[in-house]
């Protein structure tokens, strides 16, 4: 293939255009706040899931506390009654006496047990409350760290899309000024060579494999037109000649 050298000098252009493309690419994607809202996520998933379950046990017990509260109430109740019954002699049976007084007095220790139930519940729940306020600050915290991350990361990105968008364009005018076929083979050789399809002959040695041209290699690029389009013999890349090739 035969280009005018102009046109390969200008395919330079466009590979390094191409390179600093591909570094902002990888730049915006290794951004470090994406490993840190990532972590964020995470965290917040956690202590979300864990003050859903507490609040859960919250409601739970007081639904239990209520349950507990109604139990009392019942049995003072109860208990009201039978006290109302024996102050007001309208039981005279000694054996009904003593089976009232004995009620009585059981409602009375039913009545305590209840109540502990209900101090103990009543500890859980205000345990499961305070547990649940915890978590709350602790997501609130979390979200405040996951937004200002990711306006961090959105600004980042933001100016790598801006300079992208600029390199972009500039891109678009000098491959628009390389012959086709010429840009053709540079694009298919650079999909293959890792995003490099033509690299500087420089100092004898080529940049793109690192490697230098043998003395047989050296000849036949001293022997070639200048409008012909070399290969490095290694990478079989577009190899381009300029002042500082040393040949």
Do not use: W
Request: proline share 2%.
């Amino acid at each position: 293939m035969n280009a005018a050298h102009a046109d390969q000098i200008r395919l330079l252009d466009v590979q390094s255009l191409d390179v600093r493309l591909s570094q902002l690419a990888h730049k915006r994607k290794s951004l470090p706040e994406h490993a840190e809202i990532d972590s964020l996520t995470k965290d917040l998933t956690q202590l979300r899931d864990l003050r859903v379950a507490v609040q859960t046990e919250e409601s739970d017990t007081a639904r239990e506390q209520t349950k507990a509260e109604q139990d009392v109430d019942q049995v003072r109740q109860r208990s009201v009654r039978d006290q109302q019954r024996l102050d007001s002699g309208a039981v005279s049976s000694p054996k009904d006496l003593e089976n009232l007084q004995r009620e009585i007095a059981s409602l009375a220790k039913r009545q305590g047990d209840l109540e502990d139930v209900v101090l103990e519940v009543m500890e859980r729940r205000e345990s499961a409350q305070e547990r649940a306020a915890e978590l709350t600050e602790r997501v609130a915290s979390v979200e405040g760290k996951a937004e200002d991350a990711t306006a961090r990361r959105d600004t980042a990105a933001g100016e790598i899309d801006r300079e992208t968008a600029t390199l972009t364009k500039e891109r678009e005018v000098v491959a628009g000024s390389v012959p086709a076929d010429l840009l053709k083979l540079y694009e298919k050789l650079r999909e293959q060579q890792g995003g490099v399809g033509a690299a500087r002959l420089y100092q004898r040695r080529c940049e793109g494999c690192r490697l230098e041209l043998n003395i047989t290699e050296v000849n036949e690029v001293k022997a070639a037109s200048p409008d012909t389009v070399l290969r490095c013999e290694n990478c079989r890349r577009i190899l381009v000649r300029t002042a500082d090739s040393g040949i």
